[in-house]
C-alpha cells in the first residue's frame, strides 16, 4: 500500500523558518519523483518544489525565488522542504506528493499518491 506521509508543521513568526519532512512507503523509492504542494483557503494547490530520487535533481517554480530548498535522505526515503524568510501569506496546507512512475516537475497532474498534509501557519 502506497503512503506518504508528511510532518513538521507548525506555527512561526514572519521571518522564521520550518523544515517539513515526508516519508514515502509502499513503492519504489528510487527513481521515483516526490514533491511538495500548499493549498491555502478559497485558493488553488500549487507546487513548490518536486526532487527526482533517483539523482537528487531538484525542480522549482520561479516564484519560488529561493526562499524553499528540497532535499532527501534516501535512507529513510524521506524528502524534506525547508522553508525560510517564511511570510504570512505563507500560511497554508502544506501536502507531499509522490510520482513512481519517475516524471518529475512541480506540477499536480503528474502526481498519483498524496498525503495527508501539515498545517504551517506563518504570524506577523
Known amino acids: 500500500q502506497v503512503q506518504v506521509a508528511e510532518s513538521g508543521g507548525g506555527s512561526v513568526q514572519a521571518g522564521g523558518s520550518l523544515k517539513l519532512s515526508c516519508v514515502g512507503s509502499g513503492f519504489d523509492y528510487i527513481g521515483t519523483c516526490m514533491g511538495w504542494f500548499r493549498q491555502a483557503p478559497g485558493k488553488e494547490r500549487e507546487g513548490l518544489a518536486a526532487i527526482y530520487t533517483g539523482d537528487g535533481h531538484p525542480y522549482y517554480p520561479n516564484r519560488v525565488k529561493g526562499r524553499f530548498t528540497i532535499s532527501q535522505d534516501p535512507v529513510k526515503r524521506t524528502v524534506f522542504l525547508q522553508m525560510d524568510s517564511l511570510k504570512p501569506e505563507d500560511s497554508a496546507m502544506y501536502y507531499c506528493?509522490?510520482?513512481?512512475?519517475?516524471?518529475?516537475?512541480?506540477?499536480?497532474?503528474?502526481?498519483?499518491?498524496w498525503g495527508q498534509g501539515t498545517q504551517v501557519t506563518v504570524s506577523s
Open positions: 506528493a509522490a510520482n513512481p512512475g519517475g516524471s518529475c516537475g512541480v506540477w499536480e497532474r503528474l502526481f498519483d499518491y
